[in-house]
C-alpha cells in the first residue's frame, strides 16, 4: 500500500503576537485529491494558520514544504506563485476596481504596459462561470452583495491555478443552492489532484464534504483523522476539550404581549424613486419570542431591518407599532432610544470601530446615558462594557485592546455587546453568529435564551438552518421582498422554508 | 492591570512624539548660537511664535481626528484679524465686544464649512478649500484691501494716528518676570479646551468613532452630522482666536495674514503622530507637535541658517518623523 | 454716379472725424497683474488720482489677480477694445512679452509699468531701482551712524529681484564703512516673520545698533520684538513709504526712516498725456525715490536724485 504523498506540510509551526503565544508547534499534512478539514473553536489559531500558510504572516518558526520543498513565501504573491491560493474569511477585494481586475489583481494582463481589458473581461467572465455566475465584471466589485462577493473571492483563488486552496468559511454568505455549487466546484478539484483545506464551523458543511479533518485547540495540535472517524460528538470533544452533550436543545417559549408590529411595512433602500427591497410586510413579534426571518440572497430582509431602524430615513412606508403605540424612526438614533436594536451582518463594515477600543466600542449606542451631562465618565463605561463582555466570555489581552486585531469570534461579541448595553426591548439580529465557532455559538443561543426570559422580542435573520429551526418560535419566509409563508416551531421543516423562499408555495 | 514597560511606551505613540521633540532640543543645545539656545527669552519667543500655529493645530485635531480637514483656517485668521482691527481699532469697541464679535466670525465660517460638507455631503477637502477663497474674499473686502492699522484716512485722504487698542496691549504682553507671553497662555488654554472635549466629553468620543467607521458610527446611533459641523465650527473658532492674537501682535489687521498656516498647523498635528484617515490620535500628541515645529524654527533662526537650507532641513524631519511612526504599527 | 457717391462718403467720414476730435476722450487699459498687495493698490489708487485731474482721460482697470494666463488674455481684449493706450504691470517678463509685443505692433501705445518685459516692443518702461533706493538707504545708515555700528539685515524673499537688488544696493551704500552686519535672515516681506527673526537676533547679541528691513511691514515687526523685549534705542530703517504704513510709521516714531517705492502712477499719466498730445517719450524713465524721516516727514519726505 502507498502512501500518498503529502502537497503541503507544515511542521514545528510556532507564532508569537508580542507577549501572546498564537500557535505552538503546530503540524498539519495536506495531501493531494483530498478535502481536508481544518477545525478548531474561536481563538484556536486556523485563522493564523492559515495566514502563514499563504505568506501574511512572515516572522515564525518552523516549515513549510510544499512538493517537498522547504519554502518560506515572504508575500501572499510569492505563495501564489508557489502554487497556494487563500480565501480569507475577511474578504480581499477592492471595493472601488472592477470584478475584472480584482480577479487579476498582481497579475493583469498587459501588453507594453497597457491593460488588455477585453482579455482580462474574458477570462474573467470564463473563472466565474465556473462557479455558475454570470456578471459585469466591469462593475466595481463593492456593488455587488457580501455573498457576490464571496465567490468572486473563489473565482480569484480558482484563476490562480492553485494546487493547494485554502478556504476560510467560504459559506458564510452564501445560500444553500450556492454552496451546492461550490462543494461541486470543490469535488472537481479534488479530481485534479489539489488539496482544499477548508475551515468550516458548520457541522452539516463537515460532514458533507470531509475526507479527513484536524483539528487545533489553544494554538496546538489536537489530532488528525478520516472524517468518518470523527462523528460530530467527538469532533466537538476534540475542539472543546471537553463533552458538550447533545445538540443544542431547542429552546423553552417565554411568549407574552405582543411587542411589534408591522403593517403593510415597505423599504425603498435604493431611493425612493427605485423598486421597495421589501414590500407590503406584515408581521407581528411578541415579547420573549424569537421571530425567524429567513430567505436567500436578495430576498430584502436584511433590509426590512434596517428600514425599520432607521437606517434609510423617510424612504419607507407602512406603519409599525411598539407596545402598541404608532412609531416611525427616520434615525438610528430615534429607534435606540425608543429601545430597538439593530445587529448588523457586516461587523467590519457596520459593526465596528476598528481603530477604538472593546471599552469604546461596547458604550457607543448607549454612551448618551453613560454620560449625562455630555461628560464622560471613563471609569463606569469601563464598569459598564466588562459587564457585558464578561458573561460572553471575550478572550481578549485588556479592554482597550484595539477591537481591529481581535478574532472574528471575538469581534461579534463586541457588537453583541454594544447592543446588548441599550438594554433593548426589541432586538433584531442579522447573522448573530456568522464566523463564530461552536462552543461560542451555544454561548450566544443560551443568551438568547435567556434574554427572552426577561422579555427581549427577537427577530432573526441567519442563514443556518439548524439555527433557525432551533431558536425560532416562529418563522417568516421572504422572497423578493414579500413574505411568502408563516410557519410555526412545530410546522417548520427545512424543506418547507426553502420551498418558500425560493417562491414555491408549498402543499404540506 | 498591565505591567509598565519602557521599550512599549516609547514605542506608543505619545512616546515616539516625545522623542522626536527630545531629539530636537538635543540639537539646539548642540547647535546654540553661542549660547543663545539656552537663554529662557529664546524658549518664551519660541512658544510666543508657535502659539498662532498651535491655535489653528487645536482645532484641526479635532477635524482631522473626525476624518476631515480643514484648509480654511489661514484665511479664517485673515478675516478675524481684519475683524478685529476693524473692531478695536477704527469702530473702538471694548474688548468684551470685540472678542465675542471675532470669535462669532471664526464660529460662523466654520459652521457653514461644516455644514457643507456634513449636509451636501461634499469632501471636506473641497468644501474647506472654496471657504479658504472665500473667507480671503472676504478679508480683503471687508479691509478694502489695505491692512487695517492705527493709522486711519479722514475722508480729505490724510491720516490720523489712533491709539493702539488696550485689548491688543493686553494680548501682546509678558506676564511672570517677562518669561512667558500671554499669547502662549492663549495658546496653553486652547489646548486644555481642545483636549477636555476631544478626550473627556461624549462629542470627542463621537469625532474618533466617526473618524474610525463613519457608518458604524450612524448605525450606532452617533449624531455624525451635528458632531462634524461642531467640529469644523470649533475649527473656525480656534482659528479666530488665532486671528485676534495675530492682530494684536501686529497692531493691525493684515487681510493677508495667515497664508499658509493651515499647512504648517497640518504638519504639526501630522508629527504628533494623529492619523490623517481619522479615529486616532489627540491633542496631547498635537501639542508635542506645536513644540517639535517650533523648537525646530527657532533653532534654524538663530542659527542664521539661510533659506534654502532651511525648507530642505524642515522637510526631510518631518518626513523621518512620520516614517518613524508608521513602524509600530504592524 | 459713383464717383458723386464717394465723394460724399469721405465728406461724411471727414465731418464725423472732425465732430470726434473736438470732443475727444481717450480710453486707457490698465492691466494690473494683482491687488493682493497695499503697494499695487496704491498703485492705482494713483493713477486715478492723476487721471482725475484731466477729465478727457477714462482708465479702465483689470486685475488678473496674479494669474499670467489671465493677464495675456486681458491685453489681448484691450486690443481687441481698441483702447487707445495701454498701461500694464505685468506679472512676468516672458509670458507678457509677446501680447504686450502685438498691442504694440496694432498701434497701440504701451506702458510698461514695475516690472519690464523682455525685447522693446513697447513704447515707455517706467520703474524704480531698488538697487538705487538700497544704496541709498545704505548711505543714509552709514551717515546716521557715522560710519560705525552693528546693524541687523531683515530681507525680503530673496528668490525676488527686488529682494536681491535691495540688498546688493545695501551693501554697495554701507562699502567702505565700519559697518558690521552682524545677523541677517530672510523674513519674505513678512511681518510676522520678521519679528521671529529679530527675537532670535536680540537673544543672540546684546548690542544691536540699527535695523534695515527691506520693507515697512518687516520694520515693523522688529521693532515690536525690540519694544517686547524692552530694548530701546535701535534704530529701524524701512523700504515701500505707503502713505498709510511707512510714512505713517515714521510719524509715530516707530521708523526712524524709510524709502518710498515709487508706483508710478501719476507719471504714467503723464506720460500718457504727452504721447496723446504727440509728444517724444524716452524708452525708460528710472524714477527716483524719497526719503522720509524725522526731520522731513512733515513737510513729504526730500527726493533722492
Same mark, same amino acid.
Given at each position: 500500500?502507498?502512501?500518498?504523498?503529502?502537497?503541503?506540510?507544515?511542521?514545528?509551526?510556532?507564532? $508569537?503576537?508580542?507577549?501572546?503565544?498564537?500557535?505552538?508547534?503546530?503540524?498539519?499534512?495536506?495531501?493531494?485529491?483530498?478535502? $481536508?478539514?481544518?477545525?478548531?473553536?474561536?481563538?484556536?489559531?486556523?485563522?493564523?494558520?492559515?495566514?502563514?500558510?499563504?505568506?501574511? $504572516?512572515?516572522?515564525?518558526?518552523?516549515?513549510?514544504?510544499? +512538493?517537498?520543498?522547504?519554502?518560506?513565501?515572504?508575500?501572499?504573491?510569492?505563495?501564489?506563485?508557489?502554487?497556494?491560493?487563500?480565501?480569507?474569511?475577511?474578504?480581499?477585494?477592492?471595493?472601488?476596481?472592477?470584478?475584472?481586475?480584482?480577479?487579476?489583481?498582481?497579475?493583469?494582463?498587459?501588453?507594453?504596459?497597457?491593460?488588455?481589458?477585453?482579455?482580462? $473581461?474574458?477570462?474573467?467572465?470564463?473563472?466565474?462561470?465556473?462557479?455558475?455566475?454570470?456578471? +459585469?465584471?466591469?462593475?466595481?466589485?463593492?456593488?455587488?452583495?457580501?455573498?457576490?462577493?464571496?465567490?468572486?473571492?473563489?473565482?480569484?483563488?480558482?484563476?490562480?491555478?492553485?494546487?493547494?486552496?485554502?478556504?476560510?468559511?467560504?459559506?458564510?454568505?452564501? *445560500?444553500?443552492?450556492?454552496? *451546492?455549487?461550490?462543494?461541486?466546484?470543490?469535488?472537481?478539484?479534488?479530481?485534479?489532484?489539489?488539496?482544499?483545506?477548508?475551515?468550516?464551523?458548520?457541522?452539516?458543511?463537515?460532514?458533507?464534504?470531509? +475526507?479527513?479533518?484536524?483539528?487545533?485547540?489553544?494554538?496546538?495540535?489536537?489530532?488528525?483523522?478520516?472524517?468518518?472517524?470523527?462523528?460530530?460528538?467527538?469532533?466537538?470533544?476534540?475542539?472543546?476539550?471537553?463533552?458538550?452533550?447533545?445538540?443544542?436543545?431547542?429552546?423553552?417559549?417565554? #411568549?407574552?404581549?405582543?411587542?411589534?408590529?408591522?403593517? *403593510?411595512?415597505?423599504?425603498?433602500?435604493?431611493?425612493?424613486?427605485?423598486?421597495?427591497?421589501?414590500?407590503?410586510?406584515?408581521?407581528?413579534?411578541?415579547?420573549?419570542?424569537?421571530?425567524?426571518?429567513?430567505?436567500?440572497?436578495?430576498?430584502?430582509?436584511?433590509?426590512?431591518?434596517?428600514?425599520?431602524?432607521?437606517?434609510?430615513?423617510?424612504?419607507?412606508?407602512?406603519?409599525?407599532?411598539?407596545?402598541?403605540?404608532?412609531?416611525?424612526?427616520?434615525?438610528?438614533?430615534?429607534?435606540?432610544?425608543?429601545?430597538?436594536?439593530?445587529?448588523?451582518?457586516?461587523?467590519?463594515?457596520?459593526?465596528?470601530?476598528?481603530?477604538?477600543?472593546?471599552?469604546?466600542?461596547?458604550?457607543?449606542?448607549?454612551?448618551?446615558?453613560?454620560?449625562?451631562?455630555?461628560?464622560?465618565?471613563?471609569?463606569?463605561?469601563?464598569?459598564?462594557?466588562?459587564?457585558?463582555?464578561?458573561?460572553?466570555?471575550?478572550?481578549?489581552?485588556?479592554?482597550?485592546?484595539?477591537?481591529?486585531?481581535?478574532?472574528?469570534?471575538?469581534?461579534?461579541?463586541?457588537? #453583541?455587546?454594544?447592543?446588548?448595553?441599550?438594554?433593548?426591548?426589541?432586538?433584531?439580529?442579522?447573522?448573530?453568529?456568522?464566523?463564530?465557532?461552536?462552543?461560542?455559538?451555544?454561548?450566544?443561543?443560551?443568551?438568547?435564551?435567556?434574554?427572552?426570559?426577561?422579555?427581549?422580542?427577537?427577530?432573526?435573520?441567519?442563514?443556518?438552518?439548524?439555527?433557525?429551526?432551533?431558536?425560532?418560535?416562529?418563522?417568516?419566509?421572504?422572497?423578493?421582498?414579500?413574505?411568502?409563508?408563516?410557519?410555526?416551531?412545530?410546522?417548520?421543516?427545512?424543506?418547507?422554508?426553502?420551498?418558500?423562499?425560493?417562491?414555491?408555495?408549498?402543499?404540506? | 492591570?498591565?505591567?509598565?514597560?519602557?521599550?512599549?511606551?516609547?514605542?506608543?505613540?505619545?512616546?515616539?512624539?516625545?522623542?522626536?521633540?527630545?531629539?530636537?532640543?538635543?540639537? %539646539?543645545?548642540?547647535?546654540?548660537?553661542?549660547?543663545?539656545?539656552?537663554?529662557?527669552?529664546?524658549?518664551?519667543?519660541?512658544?510666543? =511664535?508657535?502659539?498662532?500655529?498651535?491655535?489653528?493645530?487645536?482645532?484641526?485635531?479635532?477635524?482631522?481626528?473626525?476624518?476631515?480637514?480643514?484648509?480654511?483656517?489661514?484665511?479664517?485668521?485673515?478675516?478675524?484679524?481684519?475683524?478685529?482691527?476693524?473692531?478695536?481699532?477704527?469702530?473702538?469697541?471694548?474688548?468684551?465686544?470685540?472678542?465675542?464679535?471675532?470669535?462669532?466670525?471664526?464660529?460662523?465660517? %466654520?459652521?457653514?464649512?461644516?455644514?457643507?460638507?456634513?449636509? !451636501?455631503?461634499?469632501?471636506?477637502?473641497?468644501?474647506?478649500?472654496?471657504?479658504?477663497?472665500?473667507?480671503?474674499?472676504?478679508?480683503?473686502?471687508?479691509?478694502?484691501?489695505?491692512?487695517?492699522?492705527?493709522?486711519?484716512?479722514?475722508?480729505?485722504?490724510?491720516?490720523?494716528?489712533?491709539?493702539?487698542?488696550?485689548?491688543?496691549?493686553?494680548?501682546?504682553?509678558?506676564?511672570?518676570?517677562?518669561?512667558?507671553?500671554?499669547?502662549?497662555?492663549?495658546? !496653553?488654554?486652547?489646548?486644555?479646551?481642545?483636549?477636555?472635549?476631544?478626550?473627556?466629553?461624549?462629542?470627542?468620543?463621537?469625532?474618533?468613532?466617526?473618524?474610525?467607521?463613519?457608518?458604524?458610527?450612524?448605525?450606532?446611533?452617533?449624531? @455624525?452630522?451635528?458632531?462634524?459641523?461642531?467640529?469644523?465650527?470649533?475649527?473656525?473658532?480656534?482659528?479666530?482666536?488665532?486671528?485676534?492674537? =495675530?492682530?494684536? =501682535?501686529?497692531?493691525?489687521?493684515?487681510?493677508?495674514?495667515?497664508?499658509?498656516?493651515?499647512?504648517?498647523?497640518?504638519?504639526?498635528?501630522?508629527?504628533?503622530?494623529?492619523?490623517?484617515?481619522?479615529?486616532?490620535?489627540?491633542?496631547?500628541?498635537?501639542?508635542?507637535?506645536?513644540?517639535?515645529?517650533?523648537?525646530?524654527?527657532?533653532?534654524?533662526?538663530?542659527?542664521? @541658517?539661510?533659506?534654502?537650507?532651511?525648507?530642505?532641513?524642515?522637510?526631510?524631519?518631518?518626513?523621518?518623523?512620520? !516614517?518613524? =511612526?508608521?513602524?509600530?504599527?504592524? | 454716379?459713383?464717383?458723386?457717391?464717394?465723394?460724399?462718403?469721405?465728406?461724411?467720414?471727414?465731418?464725423?472725424?472732425?465732430?470726434?476730435?473736438?470732443?475727444?476722450?481717450?480710453?486707457?487699459?490698465?492691466?494690473?497683474?494683482?491687488?493682493? &498687495?497695499?503697494?499695487?493698490?496704491?498703485?492705482?489708487?494713483?493713477?486715478?488720482?492723476?487721471?482725475?485731474?484731466?477729465?478727457?482721460?477714462?482708465?479702465?482697470?483689470?486685475?488678473?489677480?496674479?494669474?499670467?494666463?489671465?493677464?495675456?488674455?486681458?491685453?489681448?481684449?484691450?486690443?481687441?477694445?481698441?483702447?487707445?493706450?495701454?498701461?500694464?504691470?505685468?506679472?512676468?517678463?516672458?509670458?507678457?512679452?509677446?501680447?504686450?509685443?502685438?498691442?504694440?505692433?496694432?498701434?497701440?501705445?504701451?506702458?510698461?509699468?514695475?516690472?519690464?518685459?523682455? /525685447?522693446?516692443?513697447?513704447?515707455?518702461?517706467?520703474?524704480?531701482?531698488?538697487?538705487?533706493?538700497?544704496?541709498?538707504?545704505?548711505?543714509?545708515?552709514?551717515?546716521?551712524?557715522?560710519?560705525?555700528?552693528?546693524?541687523?539685515?531683515?530681507?525680503?524673499?530673496?528668490?525676488?529681484?527686488?529682494?536681491?537688488?535691495?540688498?546688493?544696493?545695501?551693501?554697495?551704500?554701507?562699502?567702505?564703512?565700519?559697518?558690521?552686519?552682524?545677523?541677517?535672515?530672510?523674513?519674505?516681506?513678512? &511681518?510676522?516673520?520678521?519679528?521671529? &527673526?529679530?527675537?532670535?537676533?536680540?537673544?543672540?547679541?546684546?548690542?544691536?545698533?540699527?535695523?534695515?528691513?527691506?520693507?515697512?511691514?518687516?520694520?515693523?515687526?522688529?521693532?515690536?520684538?525690540?519694544?517686547?523685549?524692552?530694548?530701546?534705542?535701535?534704530?529701524?530703517?524701512?523700504?515701500?513709504?505707503?502713505?498709510?504704513?511707512?510714512?505713517?510709521?515714521?510719524?509715530?516714531?516707530?521708523?526712524?526712516?524709510?524709502?518710498?517705492?515709487?508706483?508710478?502712477?501719476? &507719471?504714467?499719466?503723464?506720460?500718457?498725456?504727452?504721447?496723446?498730445?504727440?509728444?517724444?517719450?524716452?524708452?525708460?524713465?528710472?524714477?527716483?525715490?524719497?526719503?522720509?524721516?524725522?526731520?522731513?516727514?512733515?513737510?513729504? /519726505?526730500?527726493?533722492?536724485?
Amino acid at each position: 500500500m502507498s502512501t500518498p504523498s503529502s502537497l503541503v506540510r507544515l511542521r514545528g509551526i510556532t507564532k $508569537h503576537f508580542g507577549p501572546v503565544t498564537v500557535l505552538r508547534d503546530v503540524q498539519f499534512d495536506g495531501l493531494a485529491g483530498e478535502v $481536508h478539514v481544518l477545525a478548531g473553536e474561536n481563538g484556536a489559531g486556523k485563522s493564523t494558520l492559515i495566514k502563514i500558510l499563504g505568506g501574511i $504572516h512572515t516572522d515564525f518558526e518552523g516549515t513549510i514544504e510544499l +512538493d517537498g520543498q522547504v519554502v518560506r513565501p515572504r508575500s501572499p504573491m510569492e505563495a501564489n506563485a508557489l502554487g497556494v491560493a487563500v480565501i480569507h474569511q475577511e474578504l480581499s477585494l477592492i471595493g472601488p476596481m472592477s470584478v475584472a481586475d480584482n480577479i487579476f489583481l498582481g497579475r493583469t494582463p498587459t501588453r507594453g504596459g497597457f491593460v488588455q481589458d477585453a482579455r482580462q $473581461h474574458e477570462a474573467a467572465r470564463h473563472w466565474l462561470h465556473q462557479l455558475e455566475l454570470k456578471l +459585469d465584471v466591469s462593475q466595481p466589485v463593492e456593488r455587488f452583495p457580501v455573498a457576490i462577493r464571496q465567490l468572486i473571492e473563489i473565482a480569484k483563488a480558482l484563476s490562480q491555478n492553485a494546487r493547494v486552496i485554502v478556504m476560510d468559511e467560504p459559506t458564510s454568505a452564501l *445560500n444553500a443552492p450556492e454552496v *451546492n455549487t461550490l462543494f461541486a466546484l470543490i469535488q472537481s478539484l479534488k479530481q485534479r489532484g489539489c488539496c482544499v483545506i477548508y475551515i468550516t464551523h458548520k457541522m452539516d458543511e463537515i460532514e458533507r464534504i470531509a +475526507d479527513r479533518i484536524t483539528v487545533l485547540r489553544d494554538g496546538q495540535w489536537v489530532g488528525t483523522a478520516p472524517a468518518a472517524d470523527l462523528p460530530p460528538p467527538k469532533l466537538i470533544q476534540w475542539m472543546v476539550g471537553r463533552d458538550l452533550g447533545e445538540q443544542f436543545p431547542r429552546h423553552a417559549q417565554h #411568549l407574552g404581549e405582543e411587542r411589534m408590529r408591522l403593517e *403593510n411595512f415597505t423599504v425603498f433602500s435604493a431611493g425612493l424613486s427605485s423598486r421597495p427591497t421589501a414590500a407590503e410586510v406584515s408581521l407581528s413579534v411578541s415579547s420573549g419570542e424569537v421571530l425567524g426571518l429567513a430567505g436567500l440572497q436578495g430576498s430584502g430582509a436584511s433590509e426590512l431591518l434596517l428600514g425599520i431602524f432607521g437606517a434609510y430615513g423617510t424612504a419607507v412606508r407602512g406603519r409599525l407599532f411598539l407596545d402598541n403605540s404608532e412609531q416611525l424612526f427616520t434615525s438610528p438614533g430615534q429607534a435606540i432610544d425608543a429601545g430597538v436594536a439593530l445587529l448588523t451582518n457586516d461587523r467590519k463594515a457596520t459593526g465596528l470601530v476598528l481603530p477604538l477600543s472593546i471599552t469604546a466600542n461596547v458604550t457607543l449606542a448607549g454612551l448618551r446615558a453613560l454620560s449625562p451631562g455630555g461628560w464622560r465618565r471613563p471609569a463606569r463605561e469601563c464598569r459598564a462594557a466588562e459587564a457585558m463582555t464578561t458573561p460572553m466570555r471575550l478572550r481578549a489581552a485588556s479592554m482597550d485592546t484595539e477591537v481591529g486585531v481581535l478574532s472574528g469570534g471575538n469581534q461579534q461579541k463586541v457588537v #453583541l455587546a454594544k447592543w446588548l448595553q441599550t438594554r433593548p426591548r426589541l432586538l433584531m439580529l442579522d447573522e448573530p453568529t456568522r464566523g463564530i465557532d461552536i462552543a461560542a455559538k451555544r454561548e450566544i443561543y443560551q443568551l438568547v435564551e435567556q434574554w427572552t426570559t426577561e422579555g427581549i422580542a427577537i427577530l432573526l435573520i441567519t442563514s443556518e438552518m439548524s439555527e433557525l429551526l432551533t431558536l425560532s418560535d416562529r418563522i417568516v419566509v421572504f422572497h423578493r421582498g414579500r413574505v411568502t409563508a408563516e410557519y410555526s416551531r412545530s410546522e417548520s421543516s427545512p424543506e418547507l422554508i426553502l420551498a418558500a423562499a425560493m417562491g414555491q408555495t408549498a402543499s404540506v | 492591570m498591565k505591567s509598565f514597560s519602557w521599550k512599549s511606551a516609547l514605542a506608543s505613540p505619545a512616546g515616539r512624539a516625545f522623542l522626536a521633540l527630545l531629539l530636537v532640543l538635543a540639537a %539646539g543645545a548642540i547647535f546654540n548660537a553661542d549660547g543663545a539656545f539656552f537663554k529662557i527669552g529664546t524658549h518664551r519667543d519660541t512658544l510666543r =511664535q508657535a502659539s498662532v500655529y498651535g491655535m489653528l493645530a487645536c482645532g484641526m485635531t479635532l477635524v482631522i481626528v473626525s476624518g476631515g480637514i480643514d484648509l480654511a483656517v489661514g484665511s479664517l485668521v485673515a478675516l478675524a484679524a481684519v475683524c478685529a482691527g476693524k473692531m478695536a481699532i477704527h469702530w473702538n469697541w471694548p474688548w468684551w465686544q470685540v472678542v465675542p464679535g471675532c470669535l462669532a466670525v471664526g464660529l460662523t465660517c %466654520g459652521a457653514v464649512s461644516g455644514w457643507v460638507t456634513a449636509t !451636501l455631503r461634499v469632501q471636506p477637502f473641497i468644501a474647506t478649500l472654496s471657504m479658504m477663497v472665500l473667507a480671503r474674499g472676504l478679508a480683503k473686502f471687508a479691509s478694502g484691501g489695505m491692512k487695517v492699522s492705527t493709522a486711519v484716512q479722514n475722508p480729505d485722504g490724510s491720516y490720523r494716528y489712533v491709539d493702539v487698542p488696550p485689548l491688543f496691549r493686553a494680548i501682546d504682553h509678558r506676564i511672570l518676570g517677562g518669561n512667558l507671553s500671554v499669547v502662549t497662555v492663549i495658546f !496653553l488654554v486652547c489646548v486644555a479646551l481642545a483636549w477636555l472635549a476631544l478626550s473627556r466629553h461624549r462629542w470627542g468620543r463621537y469625532l474618533y468613532a466617526i473618524g474610525g467607521n463613519e457608518e458604524a458610527s450612524r448605525l450606532s446611533g452617533v449624531p @455624525v452630522t451635528g458632531a462634524k459641523i461642531c467640529a469644523y465650527a470649533a475649527s473656525g473658532l480656534f482659528a479666530a482666536v488665532a486671528g485676534l492674537c =495675530q492682530a494684536a =501682535q501686529e497692531q493691525q489687521g493684515d487681510p493677508e495674514a495667515g497664508s499658509g498656516y493651515e499647512l504648517t498647523a497640518i504638519a504639526m498635528v501630522v508629527i504628533g503622530g494623529t492619523s490623517l484617515m481619522g479615529g486616532r490620535g489627540g491633542i496631547g500628541l498635537t501639542l508635542f507637535g506645536v513644540l517639535t515645529i517650533g523648537y525646530l524654527d527657532k533653532i534654524l533662526s538663530i542659527n542664521a @541658517v539661510p533659506e534654502a537650507g532651511r525648507l530642505v532641513l524642515t522637510g526631510i524631519i518631518i518626513v523621518a518623523a512620520v !516614517l518613524t =511612526q508608521r513602524r509600530g504599527r504592524t | 454716379m459713383r464717383a458723386k457717391l464717394f465723394a460724399l462718403l469721405v465728406f461724411i467720414s471727414l465731418a464725423v472725424a472732425g465732430f470726434g476730435q473736438s470732443a475727444k476722450t481717450y480710453t486707457i487699459g490698465m492691466s494690473q497683474c494683482n491687488l493682493g &498687495e497695499p503697494w499695487r493698490v496704491q498703485m492705482n489708487a494713483d493713477i486715478r488720482a492723476a487721471a482725475a485731474q484731466h477729465p478727457e482721460l477714462k482708465v479702465i482697470f483689470n486685475d488678473a489677480q496674479n494669474d499670467t494666463l489671465k493677464q495675456r488674455a486681458q491685453v489681448e481684449e484691450f486690443v481687441s477694445a481698441k483702447v487707445d493706450l495701454l498701461i500694464i504691470s505685468p506679472k512676468e517678463a516672458q509670458p507678457l512679452t509677446e501680447p504686450v509685443a502685438r498691442a504694440f505692433e496694432a498701434g497701440i501705445p504701451v506702458i510698461v509699468l514695475d516690472r519690464a518685459v523682455l /525685447g522693446d516692443k513697447y513704447t515707455c518702461f517706467i520703474g524704480a531701482d531698488n538697487k538705487k533706493i538700497g544704496k541709498a538707504a545704505g548711505q543714509w545708515i552709514a551717515k546716521k551712524l557715522g560710519g560705525k555700528g552693528k546693524v541687523v539685515e531683515l530681507k525680503g524673499l530673496m528668490t525676488s529681484i527686488p529682494g536681491q537688488d535691495r540688498h546688493t544696493g545695501f551693501r554697495e551704500g554701507i562699502a567702505g564703512t565700519d559697518i558690521d552686519v552682524i545677523f541677517e535672515a530672510d523674513m519674505k516681506w513678512l &511681518e510676522p516673520d520678521s519679528r521671529k &527673526e529679530m527675537e532670535s537676533a536680540l537673544s543672540r547679541f546684546d548690542h544691536i545698533d540699527l535695523v534695515y528691513a527691506h520693507n515697512d511691514p518687516g520694520a515693523h515687526g522688529a521693532y515690536l520684538a525690540a519694544k517686547a523685549a524692552g530694548r530701546d534705542g535701535i534704530i529701524f530703517v524701512g523700504i515701500d513709504a505707503l502713505p498709510q504704513e511707512g510714512v505713517a510709521y515714521v510719524k509715530q516714531g516707530i521708523l526712524d526712516a524709510t524709502f518710498r517705492y515709487p508706483t508710478g502712477g501719476a &507719471e504714467a499719466i503723464e506720460t500718457a498725456l504727452k504721447i496723446f498730445k504727440g509728444e517724444k517719450v524716452p524708452k525708460k524713465i528710472v524714477l527716483g525715490t524719497r526719503l522720509f524721516d524725522k526731520s522731513n516727514v512733515a513737510t513729504g /519726505g526730500e527726493p533722492l536724485p
